[in-house]
């Protein structure tokens, strides 16, 4: 694919490109909505992802292609004055703000081409693969040293304050730090993280539901402000700096006191922030069965708690854990719509995947799609 990326690049711009980068999607195992309060995730980035070839100008002029938004042909803008576009154009350009608010100096125009095999609003992070693509080539392209932590915080960074999503850093930081055969156990409050090997005895299998969270944006940020009123609350009993810090005693101690949507919304995140805690463990000692179980868990605390899987998800979850072969299922992401992701014993997710496909097209009449992926590594430039 890099390849066709640097073709299009001179198809577009009618000379040859300087370099190219590559940032990955991901899936995250388990550790859902606790990122923003706090909390542990365990991401993986998968081999799915975006590709991006640039060139300097010698004026002051941005112009970006991608060609998974070829109707909207080549979009110009201007260094000085950058303005927003309603369009895909928009991740690029608010990464492009974020380097001047983070005083890295871009000196002169530039012009992009993007192709990416990751399916959009499907839960995978295409958005913080485009933010992550964006960073890595600029970095280079104007030789900037930036760490793979500090690129994450602008990919989070472009997205809160310029695109408008108060999404948390686990996206950013998995398509940036992760690396290959590994999931990474990362502390969101901190930044500390650690690598965890993936057991070669199981299959990551990705079933999309193709759902689109249309709702994303405002359900997601109305999750936040429900989890912040819980905060507001421990905070005064208890002095707690984060949700996730509430250790599941003191929940229980008080959540009669909580509001009903704030209670559940709590519960979800507190008890989530446990599991990921005992996954990392469990995945450690390659117990994959206990693993397993605190994936289905963990679905189950987003449908019914967090309230965020829609019956399509539960439909493919259900479906997958009755099969003996599978050790877990939960959606992953947001929620909303989009996948899930399932672990099977190795060599079994292709059949599982077809039987689970069958039967969600025989109730819902959808064509579902199915990845079977391998743990990759982070934003690289070739
Ligand atoms: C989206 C956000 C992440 C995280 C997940 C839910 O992917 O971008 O920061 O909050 O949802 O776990």
Redesign the pocket.
């Known amino acids: 694919m890099k390849d066709i990326c640097e073709k299009i690049f001179f198809e577009q711009f009618g000379y040859k490109n300087q370099i190219t980068s590559f940032a990955p999607g991901r899936v ?1 195992l388990i ?6 309060n706090g909390g542990f ?1 365990l991401p993986m980035a998968i081999t799915k992802g975006i590709f991006a070839a640039a060139k300097k100008r010698d004026d002051k002029k941005i112009r970006l292609y991608s060609e998974d938004f070829k109707e909207d042909l080549v979009i110009e803008s201007d260094l000085e004055n950058i303005e927003k576009t309603g369009k895909w154009a928009d991740y690029p350009l608010a990464v492009v703000k974020t380097f001047s608010s983070f005083g890295f100096k871009i000196d002169c125009g530039f012009d992009i081409a993007y192709i990416g095999n990751l399916p959009g609003g499907a ?1 995978l ?1 295409s958005s ?1 693969a485009l933010e992550t693509v964006t960073i890595e080539i600029l970095k280079n392209l104007f030789s900037l040293y930036i760490t793979k932590e500090t690129a994450a915080i602008m990919g989070q960074f472009a997205e809160n304050r310029f695109v408008g ?1 108060n ?5 950013q930081f998995a398509s940036s730090v992760c690396i290959k055969n590994h999931a990474v156990m990362l502390n969101c409050t901190t930044l500390a993280h650690k690598n965890v090997n993936l057991p070669d005895t199981v299959d990551v299998l990705i079933i999309n539901s193709m759902v689109k969270r249309k709702l994303k944006g405002s359900a ?1 940020n109305d999750r936040r402000k429900e989890c912040e009123a819980a905060l507001n609350f421990f905070k005064e009993k208890e002095g707690a700096s984060f949700l996730c810090d509430v250790s599941i005693a003191t929940f229980n101690k008080y959540k009669d006191f909580l509001l009903g949507n704030v209670m559940k919304r709590a519960k979800h995140v507190i008890s989530e922030n446990n599991r990921v805690i005992e996954s990392a463990k469990a995945l450690s000692c390659g117990d994959v069965a206990y693993f397993g179980e605190l994936m289905n868990k963990s679905h189950i605390s987003l449908r019914d708690d967090y309230e965020v899987s829609v019956e399509q998800l539960d439909f493919i979850t259900e479906k997958a854990r009755e099969i003996k072969e599978v050790y877990g299922s939960r959606m992953t ?2 929620g909303f719509g989009g996948c899930t992701v399932t672990l099977t014993k190795k060599g079994e997710a292709g059949r599982i995947a077809e039987y689970i496909k069958d039967i969600y097209y025989k109730r819902f009449g959808i064509k579902a799609e199915s990845y079977i992926e391998s743990a990759g590594d982070g934003a690289f430039t070739f």
């Open positions: 995250n550790g859902e909505h606790t990122d923003y995730v839960g992070s913080a999503v999404c948390g850093i686990m996206d997601f992401g947001a």
